[in-house]
């Protein structure tokens, strides 16, 4: 559910987003809810059998061999890029069960760790003397078998008969947001217990951080991270082929623009309404973390207003998901995420479009799978060698960067939910849209950004002057000036001066001209030559300013 589709969500987000904003600016700790990590997630091995035997053996899951699958368990997630020997044993778990571990997750180049505590690793392996260890989830942009998190059935089995049949706890920080923060009718909805000591790592602020540190965190990674991230999520790595239910005849608009990273193009359908579909026949193996489509408002009656998602094998397929668009969404909306199993075809419905348009445009497509790293954050990018132009930032330890970051992150994409409420500045308190000024350095990481600033420049606009300013140009003084500048050497005869001074208010009565005035106002003054006869409209001045 949309925010805007529950405005007590929707203030409750506002409230904990201001709050966030106080803490960023006075260095305080975060919200625990923002740094929520659940206390136990359970993992299944999922085999990839496109792989031979030979990367499987290599894969993030561990060993595989003969009717037995070995997942090692690594001191640290660091040591194991220097050398496999550190590796400290391996566990076996049996077949059909799954493999507690706890929340933390720990991303580096190698690949994705996750947190095993000595409680979870006992249930394996008996008579260990450690307090816990790491588990390679699975390896950046590799293939073979990997660990595919999802719901224990003895846990399932546990919460129902407590607290009935339909009892799922929350286990996503975006919905522990919400339970916290936003009203709630009746009882208020169960989280599942959080990790402490990860959530205190996440809120830990070092003794001399500033806002300024927050400030260079976001640019450092923008500058690493950010522009990257505009083309991540090409379809090639994950999609055999793409089939569309139709296409306009317009060549420029066929089912390549769906991942050609341009968003001024679009795929167009061409058929009756309600039947326009997107078919994805995906590699094998692929398990897909998010399903990203770019769509923008402009398009009026074309823009997608209900989307589902279907999912399986053949023609036996399900749905997955169900998405209702911001009708002034410009920008990406995500219509399928957190997938625990492979879908060999996921079928993209539209459903309806805006004003009952009866054809659809989609301007792009975007896939984030199991194989890839989320928005490539990970704590190897925090060494120092990599911070020389940024001095605040040198001497923090690079894992506490790197919490930093996804605490950043995090934040920023709450305030994308929101800031199609915000902006232009909210109908009912201007304090909430204030707030928003002193973040405006998050802005860079944020997936609005260029939607933001179009509708910043269209609602600071004006209406037009009601006498058009009239400017007059002596042009044989300038060529005086041109020809001999020491003659005139403040410049008052140069042409530019003329014009400045003549756009200038002439009485303390009249307001400064803003030139925020509407694109259709294309003539901003008439100029008349002194001593010429001639009078001009202004059209080649203005065309080498605009």
């Given at each position: 559910?949309?925010?805007?589709d ?18 960023f ?48 368990v ?12 550190l ?70 089995s ?49 003794p001399?951080?500033?806002?300024e ?9 923008y ?11 090409s ?102 995420e ?20 009866i ?46 970051a ?14 199609p ?58 060529m ?67």
């Amino acid at each position: 559910m949309s925010p805007g589709d529950n405005p007590h969500i929707l203030l409750g987000r506002i409230r904990f987003l201001i709050e966030c904003i106080e803490c960023f600016r006075n260095s305080k700790p975060i919200p625990e809810s923002l740094c929520f990590v659940p206390k136990e997630v359970c993992y299944k091995i999922c085999k990839d059998s496109s792989f031979s035997s030979g990367a499987a053996s290599c894969a993030s899951s561990g060993n595989s061999s003969v009717g037995k699958t070995l997942v090692s368990v690594w001191e640290s997630p660091s040591q194991a890029q220097q050398s496999k020997k550190l590796c400290k044993f391996n566990i076996e778990p049996k077949k059909g069960t799954c493999i507690r571990t706890t929340g933390e997750e720990y991303c580096n180049n190698y690949g994705l760790w996750v947190k095993i505590n000595k409680e979870q690793l006992e249930e394996h392996k008996n008579g260990l003397d450690v307090d816990e260890g790491w588990i390679l989830v699975c390896k950046h942009m590799d293939g073979g078998d990997r660990l595919v998190p999802v719901e224990s059935a003895e846990t399932v089995s546990r919460q129902q008969q407590l607290f009935g049949y339909d009892y799922k706890a929350f286990t996503r920080w975006e919905q522990v947001v919400d339970a916290e923060y936003g009203l709630h009718l009746g009882s208020r909805p169960k989280v599942t217990e959080r990790d402490e000591a990860a959530v205190q790592k996440l809120r830990h602020v070092p003794p001399t951080w500033t806002f300024e540190c927050d400030e260079d965190l976001v640019h450092y990674f923008y500058d690493h991270i950010g522009k990257e991230d505009e083309n991540l999520g090409s379809v090639k790595q994950c999609v055999e082929s793409i089939d569309v239910s139709s296409c306009s005849e317009d060549p420029s608009g066929g089912a390549g623009c769906l991942t050609d990273g341009d968003t001024d193009t679009y795929w167009e359908s061409d058929g009756m309404q309600g039947q326009h579909w997107i078919r994805l026949h995906m590699k094998k193996g692929t398990v897909v973390k998010k399903l990203i489509l770019t769509v923008d408002s402009t398009d009026d009656n074309y823009m997608p207003k209900r989307i589902t998602v279907f999912g399986g094998e053949g023609d036996n397929l399900k749905k997955v998901s169900d998405v209702n668009i911001d009708e002034n969404l410009i920008g990406e909306v995500c219509v399928l995420e957190d997938m625990t199993s492979h879908l060999p075809v996921i079928e993209i419905r539209i459903v309806e479009c805006r004003d009952e348009g009866i054809d659809v445009r989609i301007r792009g497509l975007k896939i984030k799978s199991s194989r890839e790293r989320d928005l490539g954050l990970n704590a190897d990018m925090f060494q120092s060698p990599n911070l020389v132009r940024y001095p605040r930032l040198e001497g923090t330890h690079p894992d506490v960067l790197y919490r930093r970051a996804i605490v950043i992150q995090r934040f920023i994409s709450m305030l994308d939910s929101l800031l199609p409420h915000l902006v232009p500045s909210w109908d009912y308190t201007m304090g909430t849209f204030n707030h928003l000024k002193h973040i405006k350095q998050f802005l860079l990481l944020s997936k609005r950004r260029s939607a933001l600033i179009t509708q910043c420049l269209k609602d600071s606009e004006t209406s037009k002057p009601n006498l058009m300013p009239r400017l007059y140009i002596n042009r044989r003084l300038a060529m005086e000036h041109r020809d001999n500048p020491s003659l005139d050497p403040s410049c008052k005869n140069a042409v530019f001066t003329q014009v400045y001074e003549g756009l200038k208010p002439s009485d303390k009565y009249e307001k400064t001209l803003d030139y925020r005035w509407p694109v259709r106002y294309d003539q901003w003054w008439e100029c008349k030559f002194i001593s010429e006869g001639i009078i001009d409209q202004g059209k080649r001045f203005r065309a080498t300013i605009s």
